[in-house]
């Protein structure tokens, strides 16, 4: 879906930490924040608007 070397350089727009690749829903999760953000059509939304937080 997202190349690794992609991943490897995406970080959370509200804490600069790595994002991790959820398959299902498709998301990217920040593991320090537990922010979720959603990927649409295969495009990742970085809006910290956009994203919910993961109660864990």
Do not use: F, H, W
Not at 8 to 26: F, G, H, M, R, S
Not at 27 to 56: F, H, N, W
């Amino acid at each position: 879906m997202i190349p690794q070397d992609l991943l490897d350089i995406l970080v959370c727009p509200a804490c600069k930490k790595p994002l991790i690749l959820q398959e299902n829903p498709p998301s990217l999760k920040c593991g320090e924040c537990r922010r979720v953000y959603p990927i649409q059509d295969g495009i990742p939304i970085l809006l910290i608007d956009a994203a919910t937080v993961a109660p864990s």
